[in-house]
C-alpha cells in the first residue's frame, strides 16, 4: 500500500480529490486525473485502414491514395492507434523514447491490451526493430517494450539491416520517395503459413515504415499485416 | 496509506456487525470476500492479513462493550435515587427523562405522570444534572408485540437502558434539587435553559421546528408535522445534520477572520468550540459525525497535513463505532456516514458539471439514490416526492430558515421586541410550508410502499449503485445498465406482496379491540377485520399528549406497510364499538381501501356517524351487509352470517358482523364481538355450522363463547384478542374454562402478542411473536 505517484507529473496519486474508481475498483492507475484527460483517445468514426479520426466510418483520402499506388497498396490491412498526437502526447513519448524513460510505457499498457483484445485477437505481434547502432545508442527497442504488455508474446521476425537517418526529423515526400528496403525478415523456423501478423510501433506518421516491414512479411507467407501504434498523427 | 484508511473503517464495520448482528455467518462470508477482493486491489497478502486482524480486535471489544451492558437492579425496587442526565420531555401530563443511579453505573428511564397542573412548571425547570430521589415502580421495557415491529426494548437495550421506572406524582414521594455538576452537566444545563427559551419566547408553531434547528430536540414538533416530514423524505432537515454543522463552522470561522483573528487561531478556536457544539446540540450520531469530521479537517488544515476526504470520514467512523459500537445499527448513523461517503467520492463527477445549479442537483440525486436502500429498509416507504421537495426546501432550509433561527434566538437574548416583530414573520412563513406539507402529506405524497426488505436485496442494491456509480464515473455507458439492475432491484422489492404465494392470517395486537388481516396468495385479495382503537378518558387540555395512544396509526399501519401490503380489497367494521373501528380512520387515510363493509343496523352514535362520514369522503365505498350475503376468490369462501336481515334491535355486539370463511380447507368464524343471544341464535339457523378455527367474542369476556356454542362448533383452535392486563380482566377464567374443556387450543394477544397464521404448501402453520 504505498504511495502512487502520477508517472507523468509525480503528483501524488491518492490526492485531494477522492472518486468512486480508486475506492472500488481494481485498476492500477498510473497517471492523475488532469494528466489523463490530456490524451485524445480515438475511437470510431474514423478511418477503416489508419484510424484516422472521421465524421464517419470509411476510408480516409490518404488510404485511397496508398491503394492506388503500385507499390504499396494491400500492404497494411489495418492500423490502430491509441491516441491523436498531440503536443502532451509528443511530450510523453519523447521522455519515453529518447529520454529513456521507460517506466512511462506503463501508462499505454490498459488501453494496449484493450485495443489489441477488441480489435486483433488471434494475431501475432511483431514489433518494428531497431538498427543496431540505432539500438546500441538508445539502449532499448521502445516498440518491443510496448509488444511485452499484449497478453500473448511476440514474435522478432524482422531485423533492421540500414541505419536510416532519424525519421522524425525527415519530411513526408523524403519518406515516401525512399524506396529501400530497410527490414529483412529473420525466422528460425521458415517461412510463415498465412498467420495475420500486428506491427507494433510507436507512431503512424504517413505509414511508410510499417508498409516497409510489411513487405518482407507478407513475402516470406504471412496472411495479412495490420498494426497497432500509440500515437497517430 | 494517504486514501487507503477506509480500509480501518470497513474492517470495524464487519467487526461490529459479525459481533453484534444476528446474521453472524453471512456476515462473516461477505467480510472474506470483500477482503480477498481489497488484497486483489492492493495486490498484497499483507492487507488481507490486517483487515482480518483489525476486524478480529474490533469483533472482541464489541462483545467485551456488548458484555458490560447488563443491569445490577431486580424488578423488587420501589425507590431510586440518582441524577437527571438530560433534558426532561414534557408531552401533556407525562415528564420523562433519562436517571444516572449513584453507585451504580446504570441508567433507567423515568416516566413520570403528572396529575396536577401547577406542577408542570417545576418539571419544566427541572435541570439536568439535578439529584433526585424518586419512588414508583420499576418494569422491564415493552418488548415489541407485532411482527416487524418497532422493538423499544432494544432501543434501550442500545443506550444501556434496562428498566423504565413509573412515578405518579402525588401519589409517590419525589425531591429533586440542584446541584453544581461537572463540564458536561454544565453545558446540559444550557442546552436545557435553551430549549425552555425558545419555549418561552418562540411563537407555537416554530418552537419545536427551532428546537430541531438549535438543539436537535424533535419532541416539541407537531406529530402531523413530523409524520409529513417522516414520510415525505425531509426529516433529515430536523435533525442537525452535517449540513447544519458545515453552515454553524463556516459563519463562525469567517466571524473570527473578520474580527482580524488569523486562520490558525481562528481553527484553534472553531476545533474547541465544535465539540461543545455537539453537546448543546443533543449529540446525535449525525451531530458527531460532522463534527469529528470537521475537527480532523481544521486540525490538519492547522498543521499543514494533507488529509485525504475518505480517510477523515473513515476515521470519524472508526472512533465513534470504538466508542460506542451500538451506533453501527443507528438509522442516523448509518444514513449520514453513507451519504457522506457518496458525496465525497462523487467529487470527481460533480467536477464534470458546469454550473452550480447542476452540481447542487445531482447532490440531490446523489443523495436520495444512495438513501434509498436503507430508507426502504427501515422505513418501508419511499416518497417519490421526496426529491423535488428536498431540492426546493434544503436551500430554503440552510439558506433562510437556519440563519434566521439562529439570529432570531441571540436577538431575543438582547432585544424580545424586535425580535418578537421578526419571529411573528417567520412563523407566518412556516406555517405556509407545513400546511403545504401536511396537505401532500394526506393526499398520497407519492409514497410507495415496499414493505420488509432482505439484508440480501439491501447488499445488492448497494453493490449496483456503486457499481453505476463508478461507471457513470468512467463515462462508461455500461452505467445505464448497472442503473436499469437497480431500478428493477426496486421493482422486485415493490412486486415481492404480489409474488408471496402464502395464505396469512394474522390477529394484530393492538391492545384491547380486534384487529385481523386476512392475504389471500398472491394477494389476490386482503381483508382487514377491525383496526383497534383505545378509549380515551376525557382530559383536560393541558393533559392531553401530543400523539393519543392511537393502534391504527402506531400498529395496524405500520404492519400494513412492512408487508408492503398497498391496497386493501375490504374493510369489515364488524360492529360500531371504539376498540373496533377507532384504529381504522388512520388506516383509511393512509391507505388505499376498496370497499367498507358496515353491519346493516341503525347508526346511533355520533362517533361512528363521524366515522362513516369521513369514509365518505375519502371516496371510499361503504356496504351496509347482514346475513346471507356471501363472496368467493378462487377456492375461498366467505359468507356472512350476522347481523339478521331484520335487526332485533339487540346490542350492539350482537349486531356484529360474523364471517365464516372457508380457505384452504379450513373454516374459520370471526366473531366481532358477539355474545351469547348471538351465539344461540347461530347454533339454532345453523345446525351444520362447524369451524376450525374460533376467533373468541368480545375479547374473551364471560357474555361470549357460551359451552353450547362451543360444543355446536367444535373448534380446534381459539383466537382471544385482548389487552396485556386490561381493565376488563378480560379473557374471563369462565371462557378459558369452557374452551380448556373442549379440548380447543388456546391462543391470546395479551400473552402471545400478535399471532400469525400462514399456509404453505399444503401445510398450516402458526408463529406468535412472544413465545409463552
Redesign the interface.
Given at each position: 500500500m504505498k504511495q502512487n505517484y502520477c508517472l507523468r507529473c509525480l503528483e501524488p496519486l491518492e490526492g485531494a480529490q477522492a472518486s468512486w474508481t480508486a475506492l472500488l475498483s481494481c485498476e492500477k492507475k498510473n497517471l492523475c486525473e488532469s494528466c489523463s484527460d490530456k490524451f485524445h483517445r480515438l475511437a470510431p468514426p474514423w478511418c477503416l485502414h489508419c484510424a484516422r479520426p472521421l465524421s464517419c466510418t470509411e476510408s480516409c483520402g490518404d488510404c485511397e491514395r496508398w491503394a492506388k499506388t503500385r507499390h504499396w497498396s494491400g500492404l497494411l490491412t489495418r492500423n490502430i492507434s491509441l491516441f491523436s498526437y498531440n503536443d502532451f502526447l509528443q511530450e510523453l513519448i519523447s521522455t519515453y523514447k529518447y529520454r529513456g524513460d521507460i517506466a512511462l510505457a506503463e501508462v499505454f499498457k490498459e488501453p494496449l491490451r484493450n485495443f489489441y483484445q477488441q480489435y486483433f485477437t488471434g494475431t501475432t505481434p511483431v514489433p518494428v526493430p531497431l538498427s543496431k547502432e540505432r539500438l546500441q545508442e538508445r539502449g532499448f527497442n521502445q516498440a518491443e517494450v510496448i509488444a511485452e504488455f499484449l497478453p500473448v508474446s511476440y514474435k522478432p521476425l524482422l531485423v533492421r539491416d540500414i541505419h536510416e537517418k532519424k525519421q522524425s526529423k525527415g519530411s513526408r515526400q523524403d519518406r515516401l520517395r525512399g524506396h529501400v528496403r530497410p527490414f529483412v525478415f529473420n525466422n528460425h523456423t521458415g517461412p510463415l503459413t498465412g498467420q495475420h501478423i500486428l506491427l507494433i510501433d510507436d507512431i503512424y506518421t504517413t505509414g511508410t515504415t510499417l508498409r516497409k516491414a510489411a513487405l518482407p512479411l507478407l513475402e516470406n507467407g504471412a496472411g495479412r499485416v495490420s498494426s497497432l501504434t500509440i500515437a497517430r498523427s | 496509506?494517504?486514501?487507503?484508511y477506509?480500509l480501518l473503517a470497513v474492517a470495524a464495520g464487519f467487526g461490529v456487525a459479525i459481533a453484534l448482528s444476528s446474521h453472524e455467518l453471512c456476515l462473516t462470508v461477505l467480510a472474506v470476500s470483500v477482503f480477498v477482493?481489497l488484497s486483489?486491489?492492493?495486490r498484497?497478502k499483507l492487507?488481507f492479513g490486517l483487515l482480518i486482524l483489525v476486524t478480529f480486535g474490533v469483533f472482541l471489544w464489541a462483545l467485551f462493550y456488548d458484555g458490560r451492558n447488563e443491569t445490577v437492579l431486580s424488578d423488587e425496587i420501589d425507590i431510586v435515587q440518582g441524577n437527571v442526565t438530560d433534558v426532561p420531555v414534557l408531552d401533556g401530563d407525562r415528564v420523562s427523562f433519562l436517571l444516572q443511579l449513584q453507585e451504580r453505573k446504570e441508567r433507567i428511564r423515568v416516566s413520570v405522570r403528572v396529575t396536577e397542573e401547577e406542577a408542570l412548571s417545576s418539571f419544566r425547570n427541572l435541570k439536568p444534572g439535578s439529584e433526585c430521589i424518586i419512588e414508583g415502580e420499576i418494569q422491564p421495557p415493552l418488548d415489541a408485540r407485532n411482527f416487524n415491529a418497532f422493538n423499544y426494548r432494544e432501543y434501550l437495550y442500545e443506550q444501556h437502558v434496562h428498566w423504565t421506572f413509573h412515578h405518579v406524582q402525588g401519589e409517590n414521594d419525589m425531591s429533586c434539587h440542584a446541584v453544581s455538576g461537572t463540564v458536561s452537566s454544565f453545558l446540559k444545563q444550557w442546552r436545557h435553559s435553551g430549549i425552555r427559551m425558545i419555549e418561552e419566547v418562540f411563537p407555537q408553531e416554530l418552537q419545536g421546528l427551532a428546537q430541531a434547528m438549535l438543539f436537535g430536540e424533535r419532541s416539541n414538533i407537531e406529530s402531523d408535522t413530523l409524520d409529513a416530514y417522516q414520510d415525505l423524505g425531509i426529516i433529515h432537515l430536523l435533525a442537525i445534520s452535517g449540513l447544519h454543522v458545515g453552515i454553524v463552522s463556516g459563519v463562525f470561522f469567517f466571524l473570527l477572520i473578520r474580527m482580524g483573528i488569523s486562520r490558525e487561531r481562528a481553527s484553534e478556536i472553531l476545533m474547541f468550540v465544535l465539540p461543545v457544539y455537539a453537546l448543546l446540540a443533543g449529540a446525535a450520531p449525525s451531530v458527531l459525525r460532522a463534527v469529528l469530521m470537521s475537527c480532523f479537517v481544521l486540525f490538519c488544515f492547522r498543521f499543514r497535513f494533507?488529509l485525504?476526504?475518505?480517510d477523515g470520514l473513515s476515521f470519524a467512523f472508526f472512533a465513534l463505532l470504538m466508542y460506542n459500537p451500538y451506533l453501527l445499527f443507528h438509522v442516523g448513523f448509518q444514513l449520514s456516514f453513507t451519504i457522506s461517503t457518496a458525496l465525497?467520492?462523487?467529487?470527481?463527477?460533480f467536477?464534470r458539471l458546469k454550473t452550480r445549479l447542476r452540481q447542487f442537483l445531482m447532490v440531490s440525486i446523489l443523495a436520495q439514490v444512495i438513501s434509498f436502500p436503507l430508507i426502504v429498509y427501515h422505513f418501508h416507504t419511499y416518497s417519490l416526492i421526496s426529491l423535488p421537495l428536498n431540492i426546493f426546501y434544503v436551500p430554503v432550509i440552510s439558506i433562510l430558515i437556519l440563519p434566521m433561527v439562529w439570529i432570531l434566538f441571540f436577538l431575543s437574548m438582547l432585544s424580545p421586541f424586535i425580535s418578537s416583530i421578526w419571529l411573528f414573520f417567520l412563523e407566518k412563513a412556516i406555517r405556509v410550508f407545513h400546511t403545504f406539507f401536511t396537505f401532500i402529506h394526506q393526499n398520497h405524497g407519492g409514497i410507495l410502499t415496499f414493505g420488509q426488505a432482505s439484508g440480501y436485496w439491501v447488499f445488492f442494491s448497494f453493490l449496483f449503485i456503486?457499481?453505476a456509480?463508478?461507471l457513470f464515473?468512467?463515462k462508461q455507458k455500461t452505467a445505464a445498465l448497472a442503473a436499469a439492475l437497480v431500478l428493477m432491484l426496486a421493482v422486485y422489492q415493490y412486486m415481492t406482496p404480489y409474488l408471496d404465494g402464502r395464505l396469512r392470517v394474522t390477529f394484530i395486537d393492538v391492545g384491547q379491540g380486534d384487529s385481523i388481516l386476512i392475504e389471500l396468495p398472491y394477494k389476490r385479495a386482503v381483508y382487514l377485520i377491525d383496526g383497534g382503537g383505545t378509549v380515551m378518558f376525557p382530559q383536560e387540555s393541558w393533559q392531553e399528549q401530543r400523539r393519543e395512544p392511537d393502534p391504527g396509526r402506531q400498529t395496524v399501519v405500520p404492519y400494513l406497510q412492512s408487508l408492503g401490503i398497498k391496497r386493501l380489497d375490504k374493510v369489515i367494521v364488524t360492529h360500531g364499538d371504539y376498540d373496533h373501528y377507532g384504529g381504522l380512520e388512520v388506516v383509511i387515510e393512509k391507505m388505499n381501501v376498496d370497499l367498507v363493509l358496515y353491519p346493516r343496523v341503525p347508526i346511533e352514535k355520533p362517533g361512528v356517524e363521524t366515522f362513516l362520514r369521513n369514509v365518505i369522503d375519502q371516496g371510499t365505498r361503504i356496504e351496509f351487509v347482514h346475513e346471507g350475503m356471501q363472496w368467493t376468490v378462487d377456492e375461498h369462501a366467505f359468507r356472512i352470517l350476522n347481523p339478521e336481515q331484520e335487526s332485533r334491535g339487540l346490542s350492539d355486539n350482537e349486531d356484529s358482523i360474523v364471517i365464516d370463511a372457508n380457505v384452504y380447507g379450513k373454516k374459520w368464524l370471526f366473531t366481532g364481538d358477539l355474545e351469547e343471544e348471538g351465539e344461540k341464535r347461530l347454533v339454532q339457523d345453523y345446525p351444520e355450522l362447524r369451524t376450525d378455527i374460533l376467533k373468541a367474542g368480545h375479547h374473551g369476556s364471560q357474555s361470549s363463547t357460551t359451552a353450547p356454542f362451543v360444543q355446536h362448533i367444535q373448534p380446534e383452535v381459539s383466537i382471544i384478542s385482548a389487552g396485556e392486563n386490561n381493565r376488563f380482566n378480560h379473557p374471563h377464567p369462565d371462557v378459558i374454562d369452557t374452551l380448556e374443556r373442549e379440548n380447543v387450543h388456546i391462543f391470546r394477544t395479551d400473552r402471545q402478542g400478535a399471532i400469525r397464521f400462514y399456509h404453505h404448501e399444503q401445510e398450516w402453520y402458526v408463529e406468535t411473536m412472544i413465545s409463552d
Open positions: - | 496509506m494517504r486514501g487507503h477506509y477482493y486483489y486491489k492492493y498484497s492487507t494533507r485525504h476526504p475518505v465525497i467520492c462523487s467529487a470527481t463527477i467536477k456503486l457499481l456509480l463508478m464515473e468512467k
